[in-house]
Nanobody, 122 residues
Framework: VQLQASGGGLVQAGGSLRLSCAAS????????MGWFRQAPGKERELVAT????????YYTDSVKGRFTIARDNAKNTVYLQMSSLKPEDTAVYYC????????????????WGPGTQVTVSS
């Protein structure tokens, strides 16, 4: 499956962005999905995950209450709604897909998109 993330950009602190990750070339509903991010000089970090049917979601502590992950299997797309953005949210955001949820959570997903830059100014 091929993944393409979009929706990144430059936003002021306190603002919002919605990232999208469109999948093609596979049966999207077969895959658990996740969003990771990597800031300059830092390791890649898990942000949020969602199971194939949206039944289970997970958020890293730093984004709880501010970010929401969702998916639309009819549109083969997973979303990350980001609100109350902070400068420390600045990073390249990547979406990933895997057949096993454990692979998504551990960053060992089979498929990764090329990333979209999110920059939050103070």
């Amino acid at each position: 499956v091929q993944l393409q993330a979009s929706g990144g950009g430059l936003v002021q602190a306190g603002g919002s962005l919605r990232l999208s990750c469109a999948a093609s070339g596979g049966t999207f509903s077969n895959y658990d999905m996740g969003w990771f991010r990597q800031a300059p000089g830092k390791e890649r970090e898990l942000v949020a995950t969602i199971t194939w049917n949206g039944g289970i979601t997970y958020y890293t502590d730093s984004v709880k209450g501010r970010f929401t992950i969702a998916r639309d299997n009819a549109k083969n797309t997973v979303y990350l709604q980001m609100s109350s953005l902070k400068p420390e949210d600045t990073a390249v955001y990547y979406c990933t897909a895997a057949r096993l949820y454990s692979q998504v959570v551990t960053g060992r997903g089979n498929y990764w998109g090329p990333g979209t830059q999110v920059t939050v100014s103070s």
